[in-house]
T-cell receptor, first 111, second 113 residues
Framework: DAKTTQPTSMDCAEGRAANLPCNHSTISGNEYVYWYRQIHSQGPQYIIHGLKNNETNEMASLIITEDRKSSTLILPHATLRDTAVYYCIVRLPQGDEKLVFGKGTKLTVNP | SAVISQKPSRDICQRGTSLTIQCQVDSQVTMMFWYRQQPGQSLTLIATANQGSEATYESGFVIDKFPISRPNLTFSTLTVSNMSPEDSSIYLC??????????FGSGTRLTVV
C-alpha cells in the first residue's frame, strides 16, 4: 500500500503558485520523498525528490517539514500544461526500489 | 535519464487472444517494471522484469496471465494472455533511473472487445 495521503483534487489559476500537499507520517529516516506527475495519456514524469532539505529545480520546489511527516510541492507559476495528476511517493533511493503509486492529486489549472 | 520506446501505442483485441507489448530502453538499465493503469485509476505494479531470470510478480498477478521476458538489459516484453474486457487498460513499462527516479514509456492503450 502507498505510504502517502494526498487530496483527491485541487484547482489553481493560471500564473499563480500551485501548492500540493502530501502527508507521509510513517516515513522512515532513510526514505526520500519523490514527486511524479502524469499528464493525460502519457507516462508518469519525474519532477523532484528530497530527503529533509528543501529542494528546487527548473520544474518545481519541494518543501519538507522538519519532522518529515509532510511535504509540499510548489509549482511557482502554474500554466495550463501543468494540469495533471501529481503523485507523492516515499521510497528508498536505491536503484532497485520499486515505485508504489497512491491515488495522487488531480491538479486543474484554470485560465 | 533513459529514454523508453514502447509499442504498440494502442491496440484493439478480440477476447481470448494475446497481445505482446515491447519496451526498448536506449541504455542499459538494472531494473525494469511493468504497470497497469485501469480507466480512471492510479498505476498498479504488475511485476519486476529480471534480466536472465523469471519475473517477480506482485500480489494478484500471475505468470500464466502476464508472462514477461527480459532477455537483456535494454529490452523487455509483457504479454497479456487470454484477454477479456477486464484487461482493457493502459500498460506501462518503466526503467530505473537510479537515485533520480524512474523513466516511463508512453504506455500501451489496450481495448479488449
Amino acid at each position: 500500500d502507498a505510504k502517502t495521503t494526498q487530496p483527491t483534487s485541487m484547482d489553481c489559476a493560471e500564473g499563480r503558485a500551485a501548492n500540493l500537499p502530501c502527508n507521509h507520517s510513517t516515513i522512515s529516516g532513510n526514505e526520500y520523498v519523490y514527486w511524479y506527475r502524469q499528464i493525460h495519456s502519457q507516462g508518469p514524469q519525474y519532477i523532484i525528490h528530497g530527503l529533509k532539505n528543501n529542494e528546487t529545480n527548473e520544474m518545481a520546489s519541494l518543501i519538507i517539514t522538519e519532522d518529515r511527516k509532510s511535504s509540499t510541492l510548489i509549482l511557482p507559476h502554474a500554466t495550463l500544461r501543468d494540469t495533471a495528476v501529481y503523485y507523492c511517493i516515499v521510497r528508498l533511493p536505491q536503484g532497485d526500489e520499486k515505485l508504489v503509486f497512491g491515488k495522487g492529486t488531480k491538479l486543474t489549472v484554470n485560465p | 535519464s533513459a529514454v523508453i520506446s514502447q509499442k504498440p501505442s494502442r491496440d484493439i483485441c478480440q477476447r481470448g487472444t494475446s497481445l505482446t507489448i515491447q519496451c526498448q530502453v536506449d541504455s542499459q538499465v538494472t531494473m525494469m517494471f511493468w504497470y497497469r493503469q485501469q480507466p480512471g485509476q492510479s498505476l498498479t505494479l504488475i511485476a519486476t522484469a529480471n534480466q536472465g531470470s523469471e519475473a517477480t510478480y506482485e500480489s494478484g498477478f500471475v505468470i500464466d496471465k502476464f508472462p514477461i521476458s527480459r532477455p537483456n538489459l535494454t529490452f523487455s516484453t509483457l504479454t497479456v494472455s487470454n484477454m477479456s474486457p477486464e484487461d482493457s487498460s493502459i500498460y506501462l513499462c518503466s526503467a530505473t533511473g537510479g537515485h533520480y527516479g524512474y523513466t516511463f514509456g508512453s504506455g500501451t492503450r489496450l481495448t479488449v472487445v
